[in-house]
């Protein structure tokens, strides 16, 4: 077995060699600007963009024109955001999102608030999902847009988006959604889920990195968004600059597997996911984080409690997972997201993110669980609050000097 | 984060791993950090004659560096004087592990827990606490 174990598919995942081999004849033979209309080089090129268009617009039942590239989902948040309050701010100027959104959203967000937008932050429920009544008080008639994520990065929750977008549509605003995490996972039809605006990437579902698309619903409503950077009116005038071709074959090509393996790879990740979950929560003072019923199947977020989240992935030195421990930064906060939740910090700081993935087996699954229980066990005997909490001492009780 | 070989030799094979028994009168107790800051850190000391550091214990809960930082104060305190003791500053800790300035915190939280188990030991056989010096945050 490979050493070490990548549980880490939700920060990327590897490239399918069918993609690969989809995108090598671009780079080197098929060259061509696929802005070039006038010569051969150019036709092919374009062939292959176009091609490519309709591999991404069927996984996600749209039409090819409503597709627009974009460098990946960040950039794609961030025109679908910024584009969608410059166009529309003479209507409104208030956006509502969730404190549990990326920080390619809400960064974007509070860029805006400097901007002249309103902004407000939903926060969660401690399983993860917003609170449907809670949007829907927040709407005004100055409301253009509701951005809220399809499935959560680091707890896998996936949110009511058809509700949400029912809701959004109501009071005559937008619906967008980062659905990075989402497709390719699971199901996602613009159509049928109502969504106005949708921000995805290649890398995380085995495409390459740096090429993305939004979605942009061109009928009922017809959607508009403000370029955000100008040059040769490419992908519609909406996104300018020469298309990165061989990326986009990628996308399209990672689009068509997903299409076609969505189905038996969820049933097969999730199945491995649970067993990695049951096996490991069953140790004593750990917890699963997040609703384990509207989740994605390939993300299981867990923490240990009395461990601390970064320690215990130096000791799980052959595991690739994530930490929602922030203990490297300078800040030292722990994740917001766990947070948001009603997580305390401790907890906060004791969890791990395993993100499963196309190519996980079951014996690396094993091998997780037993590194991890080696892992923790190791940990808790050399971790003071362990050794207090099985003397029964409240730690709660305890004045801690804060540093 | 990429740590130096030190602190993943400590970290692998920590020194002074346990506990003392923090009601005798010859040992001394520091409990340093907060869990919602995601280090806390203990170290135990204890003195004979001469003020000698005879045994000294950790237990730590925290990143890679603070269990380093820890182990090696354990490793440094033995044999010293009390008042030798004292002298240990954070970044020689710093120094000796190559610690990233991100991780500095982790060093000075174990200066902080030598002096806070000198102290409650001071305080347990009548001597007065020591007014600690700001260490380098």
Known sequence: MKQPIYLDNNATTPLDPRVLEAMLPYFTEKFGNAASRNHAFGWVAEEGVDYAREQVAKLIGC???EIIFTSGATE?????????????????????????????????CKHLE?????????????????????????????TILVSIMYGNNEIGVIQPVKEIAAIAHKFGALFMTDATQAVGKIPVD??????????????????????????????NPRVKVTSQMDGGGHERGMRSGTLNVPGIVGLGKACELCRLEMASESIRLSGLRDKLESTLSQMEESYVNGNTQHRLPHVANISFKYVEGEGLMMAMSDLAVSSGSACTSASLEPSYVLKSLGLSDDLAHSSIRYGLGRFTTEEEIDQAIAVTQKAVNHLRELSPLWEMFKEGIDLSKIEWAEH | MAYSEKVIDHYNNPRNVGTLNKDSKFVGTGLVGAPECG??????????????????KFKTFGCGSAIASSSLATEWLKGKTIDEALTIDNMDIVEELALPPVKIHCSVLAEDAIKSAINDYRVKNGLEAIVLEKSHH
């Open chain 1, 114 to 142: 400097k901007n002249g937008a309103r902004v407000t932050y939903l926060g969660v429920k401690e399983d993860g999902l917003v609170d449907l009544a809670e949007l829907e008080a927040a709407m005004t008639p100055e």
């Open chain 1, 76 to 108: 794609a948040d961030n025109l679908g955001i910024k584009g969608v309050f410059e166009m529309y701010k003479e209507k409104g100027n208030h956006i509502i999102t969730a404190v549990t959104e990326h920080k390619a959203v809400l960064d974007t």
């Open chain 1, 190 to 219: 613009v159509i049928a889920d109502g969504i106005d605006l949708m921000a995805f990437t290649a890398h995380k579902m085995y495409g390459p990195k740096g090429v993305g698309a939004l979605y942009v619903r061109r009928k």
């Open chain 2, 39 to 56: 280090d806390v850190m203990r170290l135990q000391i204890e003195v004979g004659a001469d003020n000698v550091i005879t045994d000294a």
């Open chain 1, 63 to 65: 039409t090819e024109k």
